[in-house]
């Protein structure tokens, strides 16, 4: 089974830093997508950034970036210039692209907190 | 981006009676959608899997006579709890994968409080 693990359950930094949040995931699949999720207070899950495995460039959107180490196993978000509205639930997940199922196994998340 | 509307957002019902959240996709067809349940400060866990036409897939633990869902067309699933009871009391949230990819979206959420 695949599992995802998100080892910081809190994460704190200054407004305008550079944060990164680790994922580590388990699978024997090669063919898959890891996404980075946030939620914020309001609860509403937020795509930020998705890498499909077979791509070896890192996905970048804005100041968020990812850092994939394939063979690792790894899956890092950076998040550059973060702002106070980073602030949330980061979650960690993957799916595999087997037929029928294609669910989204999360990490436990991290609690981001943007500091003025 | 692709939208998922879930409704009600908030939702008190008496011990004993049923309720149904709504969760559908505006913009694109969804042949899978997915419910989650989440408990204060932790990740989301995978209730069930429903996809268009078909019985949903629960996961294990999850009591499929007490969380009925039905994906009736490709654009709306409902989660009915019934005989709730306030240990149901949770946040509830759907999502959808777009046929066309694979990246899944997420309705807002229902908090279903028992009393």
């Known amino acids: 089974a695949q599992t995802v693990t998100q080892s910081q359950p809190e994460m704190s930094v200054q407004e305008a830093e550079t944060v990164t949040l680790s994922c580590t995931y388990d699978t024997s699949e090669n063919n898959y997508y890891l996404f980075w999720y946030k939620q914020p207070p309001s609860r509403q899950m937020i795509l930020v950034i998705r890498?499909?495995?077979?791509?070896?460039q890192n996905a970048t959107e804005n100041r968020f970036s990812v850092n994939f180490q394939k063979a690792a196993k790894s899956f890092s978000l950076k998040i550059s210039d973060s702002q106070l509205g980073d602030t949330a639930m980061y979650f960690c997940?993957?799916?595999?692209?087997?037929?029928?199922?294609?669910?989204?196994?999360f990490g436990q998340g991290t609690r981001l907190t943007i500091n003025p | 981006g692709a939208v998922v509307s879930q409704h009600p957002s908030w939702v008190i019902c008496k011990s004993g009676t049923s309720v149904k959240i709504e969760c559908r996709s505006l913009d694109f067809q969804a042949t899978t959608m997915f419910w989650y349940r989440q408990f204060p400060k932790q990740s989301l866990m995978l209730m069930a899997t429903s996809n268009e036409g078909s019985k949903a897939t629960y996961e294990q633990g999850v009591e499929k006579d007490k969380f009925l869902i039905n994906h009736a067309s490709l654009t709306l699933s409902t989660l009915t709890v019934t005989s709730a009871h306030p240990e149901d009391s949770s946040f509830y949230i759907c999502s959808a994968r777009d046929g066309r990819g694979y990246t899944i979206y997420f309705g807002e959420g229902s908090w279903l409080t028992v009393v």
């Open positions: 997940a993957f799916t595999n692209l087997i037929q029928g199922a294609q669910k989204l196994v």
């Open positions: 890498q499909e495995a077979y791509k070896q």
